[in-house]
């Protein structure tokens, strides 16, 4: 493209240029012609002075026919670049994504394209910045709350601790247990943040290695087995053979340590856990499916929201909201896909990765 339009601007210059010569060459032998002629008609004197006027007026038709013919030939282009500086200007005003429009076929026209494109990038990149800083700021409002909320009761305990406000023994020890359990929530909520924030850093490393899904899963169901049976869960497997896929092993049992403490803390009990694992063509389809009382929500999707905690959630006081959000990211960073569905008194919670090829 560029060396397309290379010399144009040139060219058209010295084409201008000659043109504008030629074109004063001819004024002047108009304008000595025209002397001459009242020469002849005796209607000027020539003497000495006579000259000195004559050289000056000849040579001032000459410029100024120069000049005027020359702007003459340029003035679309001289129009065109101051219109290019004024919306240059408009968009070092901030007026950002502004579109110049593009004439002829030029360095001027690429210059102008070239504006466009910055133009357009810079846009893009002030919104995504805009984004993030919005982003950031709703992560720390909500922080600041959810990290206030345990710490100002915390806080109240300790207070009636220190200034002995409890009957004897039996409320030292409770405001004890609950100082101890409210602080292990501080530092279970940190944790969650600390990791949602790691993962939000779009940089972020993964330590891939080659992984047989179906042992994996059978691994960590096995591990889940005695909290499962102490909270009356029984689980009912059917898991595929092999399924080979490349992940961070550290992370991906983290999405599941995720789906089954939800499960635990949210499933109906007594009831039945369903896993699956099934090669479906180049995925592979992980499903967990509980008993619900109800949908937590009409929107599924919005399970997945940071800090979404429904109802139960938030009544129970057992979440903070950010399980299902990390999961997702860390599904999202391993190209795989995670959805949730309600059908029938069941949640259903779906993750696909793509197999080894
Ligand atoms: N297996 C499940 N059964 C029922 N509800 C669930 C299940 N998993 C998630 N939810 C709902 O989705 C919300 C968000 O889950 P999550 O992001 O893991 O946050 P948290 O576990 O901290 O509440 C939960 O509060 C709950 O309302
Ligand atoms: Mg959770």
Known sequence: MIVKFRNKITVRLLISFAISLFFSMFISI???RLFLYYIDLNMIETTPTFA????????LAIISSFIACFLFLIRKKLKYIKHITESVQQIANGNLGLNIEVIGKDEITQLANNINIMSKELENKFHHEREIE???NE???NVSHDLRTPLTS???YLDLLKKGEYSPDAKYNEYLEISYSKSQNLKFL???LFEYTRLSNPKIQLNISEVNMSDLLEQIIGEYIPIFGREKISVQKKIDDEATVLIDIEKVVRVYENLFMNVIKYSVKPSTLQISLNKQEDDVVIKVINQVEESPNKDLNKLFDRFYTGEKGRLSNQGVGLGLAISKRIVEIHHGE????YENGLLIITVKYA???
């Open 355 to 357: 197999l080894k090829k």
């Open 190 to 192: 940190i944790d969650e």
């Open 154 to 156: 915390l806080i109240g």
């Open 52 to 59: 000195s006027v004559y050289i000056t007026i000849e040579f």
């Open 338 to 341: 995670i959805f949730a569905e």
């Open 134 to 136: 919005k982003g950031k």
């Open 139 to 141: 992560l720390i409002t």
């Open 30 to 32: 108009l304008v000595s």
